[in-house]
């Protein structure tokens, strides 16, 4: 399973960025997918997610701002992030998998500038 993730970078404050990540080698449209991000010296978080029957969950810190999508037939999911601000700068990390199946993406990184 090899999961590529792209769309990070550098952005002002209330700015926006779409991240994708690629899947490869899993039945992708049986798993649920998602975002997490770590931010330097914090744990990692949720970010979003979205089940393989398209149920989406956000974390508070972003609902309204963020949108999680998935396309099966590219074996995607895509995070729209608008109304970026400083404290969104993380690490973001895409995953596939549910219960105790899971992997992970390499991370892109996403900074937001005040």
């Known amino acids: 399973v090899q999961l590529q993730a792209s769309g990070g970078g550098l952005v002002q404050a209330g700015g926006s960025l779409r991240l994708s990540c690629a899947a490869s080698g899993i039945t992708f449209s049986a798993y649920g997918v998602g975002w997490y991000r770590q931010a330097p010296g914090k744990q990692r978080e949720l970010v979003a997610t979205?089940?393989?029957?398209?149920?989406?969950t956000y974390a508070d810190s972003v609902k309204s701002r963020f949108t999680i999508s998935r396309d099966n037939a590219k074996y995607a999911v895509y995070l729209q992030m608008r109304m970026l601000k400083p404290e969104d700068t993380a690490v973001y990390y895409c995953?596939?998998?549910?219960?105790?199946?899971?992997?992970w993406g390499q991370g892109t990184q996403v900074t937001v500038s005040s």
């Open positions: 995953y596939v998998g549910s219960g105790g199946y899971v992997r």
């Open positions: 979205v089940s393989n029957r398209g149920v989406t």
